[in-house]
């Protein structure tokens, strides 16, 4: 009962003046409790510390090996003068024969070029896309509200309390619908999902191979993901088919996994350029919105409708070692957490119908727990892979001393990293204002680490998995990416899933002269910062 009290908070939010009953005239207030993430700092489970330097010992021995090698034979080598090093050289090899001696070299190189070829390969990004809808399906709060009075299928208690939701959401006046919300008739349509996938797709692709001058016949690897829109032929089989795609192209097509499959649609597409060499892939992530709109009256369901707008991203990956030098990143790491095997973690975001047929996502009250917990264990994982020594020494002496002290009456307190130290910039994926919040308090980030955030969920919505490609945009057109900085790009969906990607700047960003913010960026960030005390 306690642990349940301290994730609740409560909130005294002003209703205005009562404009008809017994209190007409006087100003109302009502008291709301909301449900907060856990906090990070006081719930870690070290487990996951363990996890993430095991990670970091499986693909870095050679890290402490090597420098060991090297500092015992420089040690051996530098008390020699060059005469006596050529001479004890010659003394050496002289008691060996000629088939020796190649015998040798031709071991030493077969090593050599055994290890180069294990490696895993560098996967570059080239560059990136993101569609910008035309002005015709760009709406203002009010006019959505409208457009959903106008389908005739709310009433006015549902369309209010999209209005309040709307009212907090951190979304401005400027995202994009699919006008087809407005109509009476059924909007979840294979016709209706159909327009808007090629719509929001070819818009993303059409300005990627525009941006590369790549052919689409030279794309060996698509991979795709959509969560709730799901036809046959598949979505990637559309693309293959507008853009007369190769017949050997590996196409993949991933459904129902929420706003975190851009980072899963990103490590398959790393694993399948692993496998094969010389190789491009194009990664698309997007969502359906008209498809997936909600008609009936739980609260639970209306809440998706309020938040999620048209968006679509595209982003070119490459393994060639000649594309380095016109790549903009580099992908240092992924880090995936799933919490599927609990059960209220499968149920916090559930599409299901509700007690009139309607189809829709609901969201569970359990949504803020599962979430925080998803995305503590993510970043505890992540932690020993990215972050300065001086951190990774504090967090090791954390486990230690949990593992020494044991579970006594005065537990060590466990250590949350500075991931400012770990990282230049922070693009979290653009859920709501309260989520981001949230997660500035929890981690202790600054308006500036969550501007491209609060810019990107206040122009254009919640846009699913494609949102943290948009940030990525604002950072690039804010011209602040430089050489050497590393970008972490965090999601979390459905399932309950944490996804992170981290990329490494090979060069400045350029101002683009095209993308999503090319008329608006000066405009922001005004009055998007928030004030990190927002509460569920």
Known sequence: ?????????????NRGIESSGPDAGSMTFSVRVRRRLPEFVNSVNLKYVRLGYHYLINHGIYLATVPLLLLVFG??????????LWRRIWDTTAGYDLAT????FALFVFTLSLYFLSRPRNIYLLDFACYKPSDDYKVTKEQFIELARKSGKFDEASLEFQRRILESSGLGDETYVPKSIGSSENTATMKEGRAEAATVIFGALDELFERTRLRPKDVGVLVLNCSLFNPTPSLSAMIINHYKMRGNILS????????SAGVIALDLARDMLQANPNNYAVVVSTEMVGFNWYPGKD????IPNCYFRMGCSAVLLSNRRRDYRRAK???EHIVRTHKGADDRSFRSVYQEEDSEKHKGLKMSKDLVEVGGDAIKTNITTLGPLVLPFSEQLL???TLVWKTVAGKGPHPARPYIPDYKLAFEHFCVHAASKTVLDELQRN?????????ASRATLHRFGNTSSSSIWYELAYLEAKDRVRRGDRVWQLSFGSGFKCNSVVWKSLRRSRTPQTGPWLDCIARYPQGIHGNGNAHF
Request: glycine share 8%; proline share 0%.
């Open 252 to 259: 993949f097509n991933l459904g129902g996994m929420g706003c």
């Open 75 to 84: 040690a051996e080598v530098g008390s020699l003068s060059r005469e006596e």
């Open 101 to 104: 001696l190649v015998a040798f």
């Open 395 to 397: 967090f090791l002496s």
């Open 1 to 13: 009962m306690a642990r349940e009290q301290e994730l609740l908070s409560t909130e005294i939010v």
């Open 443 to 451: 981690l202790k980030l600054s308006d500036d680490n969550l501007e």
């Open 299 to 302: 609260r639970s369901m209306l």
């Open 329 to 331: 990143y580099t992908l």
